[in-house]
């Protein structure tokens, strides 16, 4: 025979494409078989026709396109016997869904079958139209099915029964039509019939109210009877699964009692008993009686309150739980979360198994039973369950480190009944696996430490403790060097020692030690080394005899490669060297941390921690002046601050910072106390969108302190020789600009509206000699644009000519300058030169405006040359 | 309800597929590969329930071949294993001795009697001898 050809069987056919040895050989064959095939229906051939569908269907299988055998399949049920139709209702179920129009073509050639005497075309049509009809369909046929619902014989009605299913699914309206004949199938004795028939009345109850009402009435005793007559049944040989007959059944019924009873307390009474005796009667050791168990728990818990059966079903959950069986056990920890929301004391008693099978093997048993455990927990079994749990983290595996952590951290958080446990359990938490703990949870520890002032000394030794063994946490390194570095002095001097606690020897050499150890690690990274810095510059101050030692080590990360170390070392070392007197003032202990504002914040709200921070302001280091940035260095030098409004307190400081006539344009100052605050939380996220404020402040908490990144700040104002990482730089810098940025808009202007259209005018340059001012607008469809008119004032009795004004911006920006309005600058401010810039933000939204500027003119036949750098453009821009 | 049915072997290939809800060509074949993916990694010791999307899949192994079915999350998985067995000693004892072979060049078959034991997404008989009978009757008929 010619291979390939329509006359190849279909054994043949798939024993060459087995034979195959590449994709590319397996493709050409079943192309060429393709292509007969094709061949075949365009001739319309009536012979093979069966046979090159059932080729089509294997090949479908294979995962090759077959569309064009569609129509065949129409035909070939279109035929009158039964082979071929069998084939075309195979096919119809394989190439087609519900979505698909042609589906329509067979409404008509179904009707005929189900209409048919021969009871095995008829249970082809059920078939195809149970598994594949749609909603029209479904429509058109459901008289033809439900008038099978009584046909003789059993095997159409339950296949009709399943086909009602879908209908009723599909065109939930039919329900109606179809209670009666449901009903009456529930009092079949055939196993089949019986089974759909239960089947269809539970979709039935779901699908309509009325239904439920008339099952509920009428048919609830009839199945009692149903379902105790199959548990008491002898020995059934046909339906029998390792020794219950009919499983399926019962586990049916079951289902079905779970929706009558739900919400219906006299369903639920009727029931009571019949549950109670399968719940005790049913044989565990096979997986058959299990799952009739599983289901008859399900059922309990759903139906009315019934505390006995209900006892009765968590026992049961609680002897599967011992089970060997890993099925049993994921199943029983399922269902145990659902009794928990109906009766956790019940629950309670199982506590023990639980925390067992936190510590198995199988990775979604221990989900599963963490997930339980964390229900469980209460004020009064925290501690024993927490000491559980903390025990096993010792041992657990590293993926299953993460989730139990946050679980244990959040359980401890939630729970903890005084500080010091709190305290004790997290550092032993940190010890374990400080790597799995996230940045918000050692954050609240933080917080929680700063707020327990008796506990100061207490904490911080306890966390030296645990350095000295567990060094290799990365978090914990970080938490101990906050402490040491605030509370040096305690660890030193064994102050505030509680009765628990056994004397330590800690010399100050030692704790610089641990600290020295962080910043020398090769895996500590940027957060905790800078977090050394600044608790070595805190030690300085509290450990005076190690000052040179300290200095040392920070001298030591002067030359680092990373901006953010390098700039800490200098800034510190500076402060060391140069400003001792202040130096104290400025490493004083942190203000408490308010809890409240703190966890508003972590929802995203102002973040107010530091507004009640009073004494930790900075006094600004005058490190390096640059003319260019004078001004605003006067404004700095707190030395001068006599020039300023007057103020006392530290709070003050800022709102002078914030206040003072730096531009011409911002408005005049009003401080009260209670400004200083507002201004303060001005100061904090004025200028960004809220997300970047909450992320600039995390970032200035998880850097540790407020003071050092307002430290940063001003001192990166001071030295702008690295512009470019203005654009593009770490986070603390950015910070800074937000802080900067401050300056620009008056503090008047309330945080939400800092982005709006206006933007208020900034000084970009002032000297003794010359004040150019920006005035901003942007074009309304063009939010990256931004237009600026520079204006030029002469601060000097001198003329300036040949004035000319130039200005550079890092890359992402792209500036353009109109000619300005004139070359010749009148002295004193008689007069003044306008430009006009135009910038374009690429980046807008994620990098803010600088601008480099060059003027040169001539005074007095003198060149002269100023240069300066743009820092304080407004956000938004 | 049974969503889908998909036996496939160590490799991958899937030797019988029913959908009981429609799905594109392309979904379905994306769908038979997660599959595999999920279920040919499993440690035996591991529970046979694994989440997949919003569903559940109940799988078990025989020799080389993967039987999973995909269920509702509320469904009694339980149950489902043991109607997964019922399966295969119903095609054990119609193939006798079926090996993966059998269900390769029988295919047409296998569907046969799959529509013969769920339909609709429902188990329709619980009797392997009721479903052999049909079956003999049906090819009878041929």
Known sequence: MNPFSAGTRLRDMIRAIRACKTAAEERAVVRKECASIRAAISEDDPDYRHRNLAKLMFIHMLGYPTHFGQMECLKLIASPGFPEKRIGYLGLMLLLDERQEVLMLVTNSIKQDLNQTNQYIVGLALCALGNICSAEMARDLAPEVERLLQFRDPNVRKKAALCTIRIIKKVPDLAENFINPAAALLKEKHHGVLLTGVQLCTEICKVSTEALEHLRKKCIIGLVKVLRDLTNSPYAPEYDISGIADPFLHIRLLRLFHVLGQGDADASDTMSDILAQVATKTETNKNAGNAILYECVATILSVEDNSGLRVLAVNILGRFLSSRDNNIRYVALNMLMRAIALDSQAVQRHRATILECVKDPDASIRKRALELVYLLVNESNVKPLTKELVDYLEVSDPEFKGDLTAKICSIVEKFSPEKIWYIDQMVKVLSQAGNYVKDEVWHALIIVITNAPNLHGYTVRALYKAVQTAGGQETLVRVAVWCIGEYGEMLVGNSGMLDVEERINVTEADAVDVIETGIRCHSSDLTTRAMCLIALLKLSSRYPSCTKRINDIILQQKGSLVLELQQRAIEFNSIIERHEKIRSALVERMPVLDEATYSGRRAGSMPAAVSTSQGALPKMPNGVAKPASAALVDLLDLSSDADQAPSSSGGDYLQDLLGVDLSPASQGINQTEKRGADVLLDLLSIGAPPAQSSSSMLDMLSSGQDNKSALGMFDNLASPSAPSAQASSPVASSSMMDLLDGFGPSPSVPVAETNGPTYPSIVAFESSSLKITYKFSKEPENPQTTIIEAEFVNKSPDIYSNFVFQAAVPKFLQLHMDPASGNTLPASGNGSITQKLRVSNSQHGKKYLVMRMRISYKANDKDVLEEGQVNNFPRGL | ?142
Do not use: W
């Open chain 2, 1 to 142: 309800m049974i969503r889908f049915i998909i036996l496939q072997n160590r490799q991958g290939k899937t030797r019988l597929a029913k959908y009981y809800v429609p799905l594109e060509e392309s979904e379905k074949h994306k769908v038979e590969y997660e599959v595999h993916r999920l279920v040919v990694n499993r440690d035996p010791k591991f529970t046979n329930f694994v989440e997949f999307r919003n569903h559940k899949v109940i799988y078990r192994r025989y020799a080389g071949l993967f039987f999973s079915l995909c269920v509702d999350i509320t469904d009694n998985e339980l149950a489902y294993l043991e109607s997964i067995h019922l399966f295969v000693e119903i095609l054990d004892h119609f193939f006798s001795n079926v090996c993966e072979l059998d269900l390769v060049f029988n295919f047409h078959k296998v569907y046969l009697i799959l529509d013969e034991f769920i339909l609709a997404g429902e188990l329709q008989e619980t009797s392997k001898k009721a479903i052999i009978e049909r079956m003999g009757e049906l090819e009878k008929q041929e």
